[in-house]
């Protein structure tokens, strides 16, 4: 069973709707009895870091979450819930993320980039290494994106993807259990949709 973590940010319904179609059993997870059914953590999340962080405090989620994925459950973490991964977010303040990863959220601008800020849209992803994750996904992939910060400072050793967009972004991660996209793939169509796919059927650690 997927534990959806209903952070009631945006793209819920969407990836709700979209396990639907890869046929695969799910629940929203608002608390410990919730998050206690499940063998796998989706954590999604678009909007403001800041509303996200606090919604994910609340009933004890984030360390809850924390404990599990400690103790060898596989999470996704979608938009939001990728840059909770790492050690802080810089969004409108300073907050701590889990720090499974290590690196820190940055504010697209202050990459001095060219292009339009947020980044929205479909673009492609360069796979750097293997990964259950991409299993069945060629590289170049589109997917589709929509964000104005991204992880800074991350061991090479965990990043699966980048996407070019004036610099190349960090777009896919996954060290063990734990894995994590910039891009939604539950808005991705036919790529997305393997991805969700390679993620149920991947073992937990």
Not at 83 to 93: P, V, Y
Not at 96 to 109: A, C, Q, W, Y
Not at 142 to 157: A, D, L, R, W
């Amino acid at each position: 069973m997927i534990g959806i973590i209903n952070t009631g940010m945006g793209n819920v319904p969407s990836i709700s709707s979209a396990l639907k179609k890869i046929d695969c059993n799910f629940i929203l997870c608002s608390n410990k009895n919730d998050l206690d059914r499940v063998s796998k953590i989706i954590l999604p999340g678009v909007g403001s870091f800041k509303l996200f962080h606090e919604k994910i405090q609340n009933n004890n989620m984030f360390k809850l979450i924390n404990e599990r994925v400690q103790n060898g459950t596989s999470i996704l973490g979608i938009c939001l819930g990728f840059h909770a991964l790492f050690e802080k977010s810089l969004e409108f303040g300073n907050f701590d993320g889990f720090n499974f990863i290590k690196g820190k959220v940055e504010d697209l601008k202050k990459l001095k980039i060219s292009q339009r800020v947020p980044h929205v849209g479909w673009n492609n992803c360069k796979i750097f290494k293997n990964s259950g994750l991409f299993n069945n996904i060629n590289s170049n992939s589109n997917f589709y994106f929509t964000h104005s910060y991204t992880p800074i400072n991350v061991n090479e050793e965990f990043v699966i993807s980048k996407t070019f967009y004036g610099v190349d972004l960090i777009t896919a991660v996954q060290k063990g259990n734990i894995f994590g996209t910039q891009f939604h793939p539950e808005k991705s169509q036919k790529a997305g949709l393997e991805l969700l796919k390679n993620f149920v059927n991947y073992p937990n650690a």
